[in-house]
């Protein structure tokens, strides 16, 4: 068992944990704060993988953004412990099944497969931050401004969302 | 003005006039249409006699002429082509001649009737129909007015529609045609496969010059088959044995109807065709020998019902129907020249019976019933004197038409190769019969007491309109008979000789035949006069009804056909038609269908409606279950090992 | 080394994870929340993936997701802000209009 192999199994498993307590909390800010356990989990999983850019952007949007935002709204919105409502009979009896098996069509492609994947690079070596900036502006450089151009629209929309009709 | 050249035009009178009447004549009074009426059907009797004279003294050479192409396709063609030839002459003449005088007739018999203009209307479209037929060259042409006669017979059957039995005897009259037209058009589909063209002149040369075989008798080539369903198609039409049952039930027709359609014309167009195809059934011995027995039976057959009816236009049916038969024996018997000679008298005789016997009916307002009738000889006297001369010549007496024509009918019966002398007897015993029930309608109705209510009918004669051309008929079936003679009255044998070089000469006869014809003429007076005796004894004293039990009631009853074919066909089919055909077929398994189908669109909607609950959660699922199916779709190739064999690897 | 595999059955297990959180909560928030999981899942593929083969394109396209899942997060609450106040309820079920 190296440490990288270690190092993995307590992150997955903290990541994994995360996720089931996401399901399992009845009061939805048990689950954002779930959320962003898995989140950071998740982000040291990028950092074992020498994705350090994104596991830093990760940290950093994801879960200082994207997460704040959602514990905002759940504050905002003064929201309650989940009702014990059960209208749809199909949820209910076809969900697990069919969650099992989309899982296990996934896991059984991924082994199925992963023969034919190479062994990993050394971390670090090709996805420096500068390497993923050169990138981002020379050959992604038409997606990067289009995806400025989608966070405009969604700030106009959140405004337009966002106000009290007069 | 060449006459043939526009042949026509004889047709084409009468279907203008029926079209003027029918489209315009609703508001017109009887005279306008009477007018129009009389003047298309004149104009044809005159172009008729001038195309007569034409033929005549050209020569007498067939004509034919093709005026235009009705069907064309591949090798085959039907056109409208007329040709004339000896045969054309005496069916054109009695049908525009008999046609036009009972046009004349019927607008006084039909004065007070409602709907005259579609009276009028449609007499002479049948006129057209009837002219189309005899005047075609080819089958298809004669078919179109083979069925046109049948239609317009329907038409003025049921000319009083508002009565139940009128509309029933139409659809009867028809549906029954259709039977025999189903065996005539098998006939017309074999001679075009045989012959590969309906045109006359191409298949009769064929026949003629081809050498066919003649085929002999218990045998069934092609040609006896032809001519087997070229006749039933004339038993249809002409009311024999087995589809004659129309023909008295079409009595609900007004009387000059029955006149025209049912005893001088229509019911000889089957004849017309047996004489028209004679090539092809002398080459049929066993064609001919059915043709001659179903006629003499139905000659005898129709004969015992007509001793006992009491409605005086049934009496007539009855005869009209035994008269058929007397034409299909001499066809039968291959005497062609006498059947069409019969044919021509009995238009005559037939059509001033039924006139008179209109005018008689007239007389009594409307009574039809000889039993409501008697002693009317006193009161209405021309139709009296008419009656009594169609009835002697319908008997055969001497010097009379019926006689001479019936007479060479049982000379050529006798001289049969195939039971001659058997089928003569019959045919003498109808002849006994016809004479027996003609005279008996005499007795009945014109003399004895009267038995009605003096007081209530007032009995008067009819209209000069009516009167006139009884008494050209009257003197027609007189002297109908005198250009016919067969020589050995010493008589001119025109007629024979007309005809022959349609029919093919008469044999030439011996001595003997001779006296052999004499004597048979002989007992055929007397069998008239013994109908005639006979009846007079039973009739004139002390007239009365016979019960009605046993022989009697059978005779009444018709033999009870009608209900056989009731029980027999016409229960059945309608019975298939109501369980099987409707409610099997066409509501179970045809309207289920349709009906099935949208039961499982509905079906199928119902089940698929469930996806759109209106739950956002049932919507997840939804979604998952089809991001399982892409996923498994776009991975099959990696996946299906693992799913079929059910090993995790 | 961690194999790639590794990597990818985590991914997939949270991905069904977040698949039944999707499913079965009853909670707007909750239900956005699982959705995010699954994002999140996808990108840890994608960096797998990265790695695995050497080139950085995965990292990139990872990138745009997480922008993307913003942009939506943020339009997306301003949604569930309104519907919570039209219907009273964060409960995903109460918001069944569309039923008969």
């Not at chain 2, 009468?14 to 004149?42: M, R």
């Not at chain 2, 172009?47 to 235009?68: I, M, N, S, T, Y």
């Not at chain 2, 589809?243 to 001088?264: K, R």
Request: proline share 3%; with cysteine; charged share 10%.
């Amino acid at each position: 068992m190296t440490a990288p192999l270690l190092i993995f199994f307590v992150l997955a498993t903290l990541a994994v944990l995360g996720a089931v307590s996401l399901i399992l909390q009845r009061h939805p800010i048990h689950s954002a704060l779930s959320l962003i356990v898995v989140m950071v989990a998740l982000a040291g999983l990028y950092l074992l993988m020498g994705a350090e850019f994104v596991a830093a952007v990760q940290i950093i949007v994801y879960g200082g953004a994207i997460m704040v935002l959602f514990v905002f709204v759940i504050m905002l919105l003064n929201a309650e412990e989940e009702e014990r409502t059960n209208f749809s009979k199909l949820a209910t009896y076809a969900g697990i099944p069919l969650a099992v098996a989309m899982t296990g069509l996934i896991a059984a492609a991924i082994a199925r497969s992963s023969g034919a994947l190479p062994a990993p690079a050394p971390s670090g070596a090709l996805t420096s931050t500068k390497t993923l900036s050169m990138l981002l502006f020379s050959e992604f450089v038409y997606p990067f401004e289009l995806t400025s151009f989608l966070i405009l629209v969604a700030i106009l929309g959140a405004i337009v969302l966002a106000q009290r009709e007069s | 003005m060449p006459i043939l050249e526009y042949l026509w035009i004889i047709p084409l009178l009468p279907l203008l006039g029926s079209a003027i009447n029918g489209l315009l004549g609703a508001k017109w009074p009887n005279k306008i249409v009477s007018a129009v009426a009389l003047g298309s059907t004149g104009l044809s009797f005159a172009c008729a006699l001038e195309a007569v004279r034409e033929f005549v003294v050209g020569g007498q050479h067939p004509f034919h002429k093709e005026f235009f192409n009705w069907i064309v396709a591949g090798n085959f063609r039907a056109g409208f082509d007329l040709q004339f030839d000896q045969l054309s002459v005496v069916m054109v003449l009695v049908v525009t001649g008999v046609g036009f005088l009972i046009h004349i007739y019927s607008t006084g018999y039909m004065a007070h009737e409602g709907g005259y203009y579609r009276f009028f209307s449609f007499l002479n479209l049948f006129m057209f129909f009837m002219l189309i037929l005899v005047l075609a060259a080819n089958f298809a042409l004669l078919f179109v007015g083979w069925e046109g006669v049948g239609l317009c017979s329907y038409l003025l059957i049921g000319f009083y529609f508002l009565r139940q039995s009128a509309s029933d005897a139409g659809k009867k009259a028809f549906i029954v045609n259709r039977i025999g037209d189903f065996g005539f058009m098998l006939g017309m589909f074999l001679v075009f496969q045989t012959f590969h063209s309906l045109d006359f002149r191409t298949v009769f040369d064929a026949v003629a010059q081809g050498n066919t075989a003649v085929e002999p008798i218990g045998t069934f080539g092609i040609m006896t088959v032809i001519c087997l369903l070229l006749f039933m198609g004339a038993t249809g039409k002409s009311a024999q044995i087995p589809l004659y049952v129309w023909l008295p039930d079409a009595m609900e027709g007004p009387t000059p109807v029955s006149a025209l359609i049912h005893a001088a014309t229509m019911v000889t167009a089957g004849v017309y065709v047996v004489a028209r195809t004679n090539l092809l059934f002398t080459h049929s011995q066993t064609a001919m020998y059915v043709v001659a027995i179903i006629g003499c039976a139905t000659a005898f057959f129709a004969a015992t019902i007509g001793l006992v009816q009491s409605d005086i236009k049934r009496v007539l049916a009855y005869s009209t129907v035994s008269q058929l038969g007397y034409m299909f024996l001499a066809c039968g018997v291959g005497a062609f020249g006498a059947g069409i000679f019969h044919l021509m008298t009995h238009a005559f005789f037939k059509a001033l019976l039924f006139l008179s016997a209109g005018s008689v009916i007239h007389a009594m307002g409307g009574e039809q019933d000889m039993w409501g009738m008697g002693g009317l000889a006193s009161k209405i006297k021309v139709t009296f004197w008419c009656m009594l001369a169609g009835t002697i010549a319908i008997a055969g007496f001497v010097p009379f038409a019926g006689f001479f024509s019936k007479d060479a009918i049982l000379f050529a019966t006798f001289n049969y190769e195939f039971n001659g002398k058997v089928l003569y007897a019959v045919g003498l015993l109808a002849a006994i019969f016809t004479s027996f029930y003609m005279f008996r309608l005499i007795w009945l109705t014109f003399f004895t007491q009267p038995r009605y209510d003096e007081h209530h009918v007032h009995v008067h004669d009819s209209p000069k309109n009516m009167t006139v051309p009884l008494i050209i008929l009257a003197l027609l079936s007189l002297v109908g008979g005198w250009f016919a003679a067969p020589a050995l009255w010493g008589g001119p044998n025109h007629f024979a000789e007309f005809l022959a070089p349609v029919f093919g000469g008469e044999k030439a006869e011996g001595v003997e035949a001779h006296s052999l014809e004499l004597i048979l003429s002989g007992v055929a007076v007397g069998a008239a006069l013994a109908g005639l005796i006979v009846a007079w004894r039973m009739y004139t004293k002390g007239a009365k009804r016979g019960a009605m039990t046993g022989a009697y009631k059978v005779l009444y009853k018709k033999y009870y056909v009608d209900e056989l074919y009731q029980a027999v066909v016409i229960g059945p089919l309608m019975w298939l038609s109501r369980n099987v055909f409707w409610k099997v077929v066409d509501v179970g398994i045809i309207d289920g269908t349709v009906n099935g189908i949208a039961g499982g669109t509905t079906a199928v909607g119902d089940t698929v409606r469930h996806t759109q609950s209106g739950n956002t959660r049932s919507y997840a699922v939804w979604v998952l279950v089809g991001a399982i199916v892409v996923f498994a779709i776009i991975f099959w190739p990696i996946l299906h090992p693992v799913l079929v064999g059910g090993v995790r690897q | 080394m961690v194999p790639t595999s590794h990597y990818l059955l985590l991914s997939a297990i949270l991905f069904g994870l977040g698949i039944v959180g999707f499913v079965f909560k009853r909670n707007i928030i909750t239900l956005f929340m699982s959705i995010e999981l699954m994002l999140n899942a996808v990108n840890l593929a994608f960096v797998a993936f990265s790695q695995s083969l050497g080139k950085p394109y995965g990292e990139v396209f990872v990138l745009f997701v997480i922008v993307v899942a913003a942009a939506e997060a943020a339009v997306g609450l301003g949604i569930i802000i309104l519907t919570a106040r039209n219907r009273r309820s964060l409960n995903v079920e109460r918001v069944d209009l569309l039923k008969l």
